[in-house]
Structures are given as C-alpha cells and as structure tokens.
C-alpha cells in the first residue's frame, strides 16, 4: 500500500485538523474514506462502502421532501400585480 510511503500525511492528519470542517456531509464521506486507517484494505473499502450507503440513504430520503415544497410552491396560484 503507496499509504506507508508517505507516513508524514497521516501525521498532519492527526495534528492539522481543518480549520473550517465542511458541514456537508458528502465532504465529510469523502475526508473519512481518505483518511489513513490501520486496517486493511477490504474492511477500510466496506467501511466506506456502509458510509456511501448511509449517504445515499439520506439524499433518498431528502428528494421526495423536496419534490413536495417545489410542487407546493408551483401550485401556489400567482396574484397578477
């Protein structure tokens, strides 16, 4: 694995956190799947396959609620100024 040739990055990983973390959860997806972990391979691949499941579960979840509003806001008769 090319992880154990650059040792230093997993330092500034564990001593440099962002400053600003993003507050999507995607960015968060992606900055924990990249993230150096001491495991092997197969359990750090289903680990970030159970994430990518987990946020698409949500995104799922979140698109219907969203079809509702915009429906509701269309169907909302406009006054004619």
Same mark, same amino acid.
């Given at each position: 694995?090319?992880?154990?040739?650059?040792?230093?990055?997993?330092?500034?990983?564990?001593?440099?956190?962002?400053?600003?973390?993003?507050?999507?959860?995607?960015?968060?997806?992606?900055?924990?799947?990249?993230?150096?972990?001491?495991?092997?391979?197969? #359990?750090?691949?289903? *680990? /970030?396959?159970?994430?990518? +499941? !987990? $946020? %698409? #579960?949500?995104?799922? *979840? /979140?698109?219907?609620?969203? +079809? !509702? $509003? %915009?429906?509701?806001?269309?169907?909302?008769?406009?006054?004619?100024?």
């Amino acid at each position: 694995s090319d992880r154990a040739a650059h040792p230093h990055s997993a330092q500034h990983c564990a001593h440099d956190p962002a400053p600003n973390p993003p507050t999507i959860p995607i960015a968060a997806f992606l900055r924990q799947a990249a993230a150096p972990r001491p495991t092997c391979d197969a #359990a750090l691949a289903a *680990a /970030a396959w159970a994430d990518y +499941a !987990r $946020v %698409r #579960a949500a995104v799922r *979840a /979140a698109v219907p609620v969203a +079809a !509702r $509003v %915009r429906h509701r806001l269309l169907s909302v008769p406009r006054r004619e100024g």
